[in-house]
T-cell receptor, first 114, second 111 residues
């Protein structure tokens, strides 16, 4: 079965712009979570959605937002981009989002902010 | 949130067992211990997880201390393809299951 698909894979933006990243989970998975990965901070949790509701949120400013659609696809948006937002953004899907299940990660969207 | 502590790096020889340690002294009773690994230019990949008892699967074994304050991921015979960053993560049950990643341990495998 198809894995987690993230689009776009690579993108370049300039400071002040906004960006929208998309994540299509594995069919049947209802939980989607997002992570930011940078060399300095490692992998950091952004937020998690389950059945179109945000269940959990990490310690990121309000410029980072997300949503989930009825088909479980999810998008995250970063507004007023800063240089420090350059990172690999990963999404992961799971059946229920509880601690008992494994997460399936996509290959990520690499954002470069100039 | 409960955190994990891992060494920065380890080296192993090919076809030898590898023991990757993780400390999680603030683990709560509802936290599962998960291990993921990330190969270069890829997203993290699930390896194994457990709650209290030791676990085995086709990829690895997970040994959990009796007090659950530490665990060890065991790769029985390291291959060159096992060279990756390994993350030990605590994941709570229930609706607010937040994942907190540490820095991970970089495993190098010598041929």
């Amino acid at each position: 079965k198809a894995g987690v698909t993230q689009t776009p894979r690579y993108l370049i933006k300039t400071r002040g712009q906004q960006v929208t990243l998309s994540c299509s989970p594995i069919s049947g998975h209802r939980s989607v979570s997002w992570y930011q990965q940078t060399p300095g901070q490692g992998l950091q949790f952004l937020f998690e959605y389950f059945s179109e509701t945000q269940r959990n949120k990490g310690n990121f400013p309000g410029r980072f937002s997300g949503r989930q659609f009825s088909n479980s696809r999810s998008e995250m948006n970063v507004s007023t981009l800063e240089l420090g937002d350059s990172a690999l953004y990963l999404c992961a899907s799971s059946l229920s989002g509880s601690g008992t299940g494994e997460l399936f990660f996509g290959e990520g969207s690499r954002l470069t902010v100039l | 949130d409960a955190k994990t502590t891992q060494p920065n790096s380890m080296e192993s020889n090919e076809e030898e067992p590898v023991h990757l340690p993780c400390n999680h002294s603030t683990i709560s009773g509802t936290d599962y211990i998960h291990w993921y690994r990330q190969l270069p230019s890829q997203g993290p990949e699930y390896v194994i997880h457990g709650l209290t008892s030791n676990v085995n699967n086709r990829m690895a074994s997970l040994a959990i201390a009796e007090d659950r304050k530490s665990s060890t991921l065991i790769l029985h015979r390291a291959t060159l393809r096992d060279a990756a960053v390994y993350y030990c993560i605590l994941r709570s049950t229930g609706a607010n299951s937040k994942l907190t990643f540490g820095k991970g341990i970089t495993l190098s495998v010598r041929p």
